[in-house]
């Protein structure tokens, strides 16, 4: 298995690969529940690394870019369960509970899970679910099991509340804080707008205030002035970086170095 399989599509999905894979850019629109099986699995945000392996578990803030690492280590493949949050599921589990959307959530980003029988628990009980895909788990049983997700992890962590039930809009960020540390990510300008809390055209407005240029135009100036230092000053070769970056594809890359430079990157230095 190479890809993840959506065992229920759009909200739980199991991944399993035998050999290392590097995602570069994993945009978590929703808060999402990774249960570690074996491997390690890491992140890096533009503000933190995290890393667990097997028997842990992570809880990833929803409206987040991150860099991905999946790994198999030694003797063990990688595996993993990944449980999507998403915010109608978590919106209909408070009426039914009675649970009053929480305050402005300004905790971790990313939270670690200490494991607790009741989890440890659970995290047997649905590995037999993704494992035997080809059962095809009713939408009905699975939605159980994430409804019990939710509930173990407000009696292991209570504090978790505002982080689960925060339903208000993204607030407007520091645009040009936002953009100068996650410039590298290979994501649509439209993603960035969602991200600092801003409509399209809004964030378009905001941006050319700041920057005097079109969203795009910056993006590959930025990239490019970046990859120009890494192999400058930094000694690094053309193919470890481009994807590091930003860019899809090594020609490409190449291309535009040169066109704004006057030589190839494999030239520079």
């Known amino acids: 298995m190479t890809n993840p399989t959506e065992i229920i599509p759009g909200i739980v999905f199991y991944s399993y690969f035998s050999a290392r894979r590097k995602e570069k850019v994993g945009f978590f629109e929703h808060s999402t529940l990774v249960l570690q099986v074996s491997g390690q699995f890491s992140m890096e945000t533009a503000s933190e690394k ?145 991200l600092t809390g801003r409509s399209l055209a809004g964030f378009k407005r905001d941006f050319q205030k700041i920057f005097g240029m079109s969203p795009r135009h910056w993006l590959q100036e930025k990239r490019l002035t970046e990859a120009r230092h890494l192999i400058e000053n930094k000694n690094r070769k053309p193919s470890a970086i481009y994807l590091d970056l930003g860019f899809e594809s090594l020609s490409h890359f190449s291309h535009s170095f040169k066109k704004k430079f006057g030589k190839a990157p494999t030239a520079w230095g």
């Open 50 to 194: 995290i890393s667990m392996k097997g028997g842990q578990m992570l809880l990833i803030r929803k409206n987040q870019l991150g860099e991905i690492t999946k790994t198999p280590l030694e003797h063990e493949h990688y595996e993993t369960v990944i449980i999507c949050l998403k915010e109608d599921l978590l919106r209909q589990y408070a009426l039914e509970e009675q649970i009053e959307p929480g305050q402005k959530y300004t905790g971790p980003a990313n939270v670690l899970i200490p494991e607790t029988d009741f989890l440890k628990g659970f995290f047997q009980s649905i590995i037999p679910y993704v494992r035997h895909s080809e059962a095809q788990i009713t939408r009905d049983l699975g939605m159980l099991k994430v409804r019990e997700a939710v509930q173990l992890l407000l009696h292991a962590m209570p504090e978790l509340r505002d982080f689960l039930f925060d339903f208000s809009e993204p607030y407007k960020m520091d645009l040009e804080k936002f953009m100068l540390n996650n410039f590298h990510f290979n994501v649509p300008v439209e993603k960035f707008a969602q």
